[in-house]
C-alpha cells in the first residue's frame, strides 16, 4: 500500500511535549517529511530526511523513523505551534509521492 | 527572497480548461525539480505532478494523467500546468512546490496557492 496515516487531531498542554505518528509500508524504504500548515497559509517544511531542520524552524521540532512509522515530536510546545501537520513520503514506487491526512495539534 | 507566486486560478465549468502558473524569483528555477499540491477545500494536502530541471521528465497521480501538463520555461523562470476536462473534484487551492536539492523528498519552498474553482 502506498497510503500514509496519521491520527486526525491530538491536544497538548502549553510547555509539554507532544508526539505525531505516520504509518506506511513505503516508510520502510523513504523518510518523511513533515509539513506546519496554519490556517489561511501555505503549508511550512519542518522536518526532512533523518532528522533535518530547516532554517529557522525552532528545535523543539524533531523527528525519528522505526519501520513503518515516522514521529515528528514538539518538545515544550508554544501556542503558536497550533496547526495541522502533515507527512509525507514517496510511495512504493518511489515515482509519485503521498500526504497523510494530517494531525491538528490543539495546543491547551 | 526566494519566493513562488502562483496565478491563473478562476471558476471553470466541468469540462473546461485552465492553465495555471508559478513564478520563481530568488533562486536558480533551472536547478530545481518542481511540483504542484493542491488541497480542496477543507481537505488535506494531495500531490498532483512533478518536472525536472530541465522539463524533460514528468510524472502526475493517476487522478490527473492523461488531462493535465506540467511544463515550465527556464527562461522566463516559470512553471505551468495546464488542466484539462475540469470535473468538480478538481476544485482546489493549488500550491507551487519546489523540490529540496538536499533532501529530493522534501519540498522546502511552498507559494501562496491559487483557487481553482470546477462549477456549473
Known amino acids: 500500500s502506498s497510503e500514509l496515516t496519521q491520527d486526525p487531531a491530538v491536544s497538548v498542554a502549553l510547555g509539554q511535549t507532544v508526539r505525531i505518528t505516520c504509518q506506511g509500508d513505503s516508510l520502510r524504504t523513504y523518510y518523511a517529511s513533515w509539513y506546519q500548515q496554519k490556517p489561511g497559509q501555505a503549508p511550512v517544511l519542518v522536518i526532512h530526511g533523518k532528522n533535518d531542520r530547516p532554517s529557522g524552524i525552532p528545535d523543539r521540532f524533531s523527528g525519528s523513523s522505526s519501520g513503518n512509522t515516522a514521529s515528528l515530536t514538539i518538545t515544550g510546545a508554544q501556542a503558536e505551534d497550533e496547526a495541522d501537520f502533515y507527512c509525507s513520503s514517496r510511495d512504493s514506487s518511489g515515482d509519485h509521492y503521498v500526504f497523510a491526512t494530517g494531525t491538528k495539534v490543539t495546543v491547551l | 527572497e526566494v519566493q513562488l507566486v502562483e496565478s491563473g486560478g478562476s471558476l471553470v465549468q466541468p469540462g473546461g480548461s485552465l492553465r495555471l502558473s508559478c513564478a520563481a524569483s530568488?533562486?536558480?528555477?533551472?536547478?530545481?525539480?518542481m511540483h504542484w499540491v493542491r488541497q480542496a477545500p477543507g481537505k488535506g494536502l494531495v500531490w498532483v505532478s512533478r518536472i525536472d530541471s530541465d522539463g524533460s521528465s514528468t510524472k502526475y497521480a493517476d487522478s490527473v494523467k492523461g488531462r493535465f501538463t506540467m511544463s515550465r520555461d527556464n527562461a522566463k523562470n516559470t512553471l505551468y500546468l495546464q488542466m484539462n476536462s475540469l470535473r468538480a473534484e478538481d476544485t482546489a487551492v493549488y500550491y507551487c512546490?519546489?523540490?529540496?536539492?538536499?533532501?529530493?523528498?522534501?519540498?522546502?519552498?511552498w507559494g501562496q496557492g491559487t483557487m481553482v474553482t470546477v462549477s456549473s
Open positions: 530568488g533562486f536558480t528555477f533551472s536547478s530545481y525539480w
Open positions: 512546490v519546489r523540490e529540496s536539492t538536499h533532501d529530493r523528498d522534501a519540498f522546502d519552498i
